[in-house]
Each structure stands twice: as C-alpha cells, then as structure tokens.
C-alpha cells in the first residue's frame, strides 16, 4: 500500500513540478513519512519514475481497452478515447526537459512504448474496416505511421495545451479514414462539442 502511495504522489509531483524539483525530502515531507521508508522500497529517484511511468502506461491501456469494450462501435470508442484524453493532466514542459536532459534511457523508453501500442491499434482499424466504419482501401501502415507522429507530440517539451492539440488532430484524422457511416457519427459528435461550448 505504502508503494502504490508513493507511486501515485510522485506521479502527481513529476507531473506538476518536473521531476528534477522533486526531491526525495519533498516527496517524504508530502506522503508525511521518513525518506527512509522510500528507501525501503525503490532504490533511488529514477527508479520511482521507472515505476511511475509503467504504471500511467498499463492504466491508459486498460483504460482504452475497457473504453473499446464498452462502446456501441468502433468510432464511438475512439471518440470515448479522444474524450478521456481531455481530462487527462498531462506532464508540464518542465516534466519533459527534466526526462530528456536527465532520464535519456527512460525517455527512450516511453517513447518505444508508444511504438509498441502500434498492434493493439492495428486491431482496432482492422476491425473499423470489417464493421464499414473505416474505408476498406485504408493503407493501416501508414495511418499507425502518422499515429506515432501525433503520439509524439505528448512527448515534446512544450508549454500550450496538447490535450486540445491532439484532440483536433485525432477527430480529423479520425474523420479522414472514415467511411460515410462513420463520418456520421463524427459529425454528431463535432456537433455536440460546438453546442456544448455555446
């Protein structure tokens, strides 16, 4: 329990603070416990972000995949995904400075992950294409090419707002490979937002 609540409170300092502004003493002072009960159970400050990095990486996966499962169609999923992404409290520039100048292998390694995600994601556009949701002439290496290109942006080391960057680009890729079936669905979605922003 005590390590899951470690985890968890560095994940939110990381996130806010940048990670060289996270000093064991900190993270200590803010759980009120002895850095020596850190100690106990990670070996140094990197290998708290090792853990941190995991376990935000298996949550967001779970979370797609129970997201999928629950959705009426694939587009619908999608959408719930690009939804949940909003709400999400994304690392500040700092938080990327900090892992690219002083974590290089874990950088590298966040970065392999979301090379990695290419097969779920192959899954799901074969399946939008058998459901006529997605166009049947879908070149799907080249769409995962252009997800990895958007994915990388939640890595840049920048200050403005990526969760409505990526959210727009997602929607119009989204729309792009659609077939009018799923254009429908988009657009009644696009809709709503414009609505619900008035």
Known sequence: MIKER???????????????????DYLASSLGISKRTIYMNFKDKEDILKQCILISQEKIKHNI?????????????????????????????????DIY??????????????????????ELLEKGI?????????????????????????????????TDLISNIMVNMLRGISTYKGIEIIDKYIDNIAHSNN
Not at 19 to 24: F, G, L
Not at 102 to 111: A, D, E, G, R
């Open 6 to 24: 470690i985890i968890q409170q560095a994940t939110s300092l990381f996130i806010r603070d940048g990670i060289k502004n996270v000093s064991m």
């Open 101 to 122: 100048k002083y974590y290089p292998l874990i950088y590298q390694s966040f970065l392999d992950e979301i090379g990695k995600n290419n097969t779920c994601l192959k």
């Open 130 to 162: 058998q459901d006529n949701y997605f166009r049947e002439n879908l070149n799907i290496d080249e769409t995962l090419n252009y997800y990895v290109i958007i994915s990388n942006i939640y890595s840049l080391r920048i200050s403005f707002s990526r």
């Open 65 to 97: 995949h129970i997201l999928i499962d629950q959705s009426e169609n694939i587009i619908d999923g999608c959408l719930q995904i690009i939804e949940e992404y909003k709400n999400i409290q994304l690392p500040t520039a700092r938080f990327w400075d």
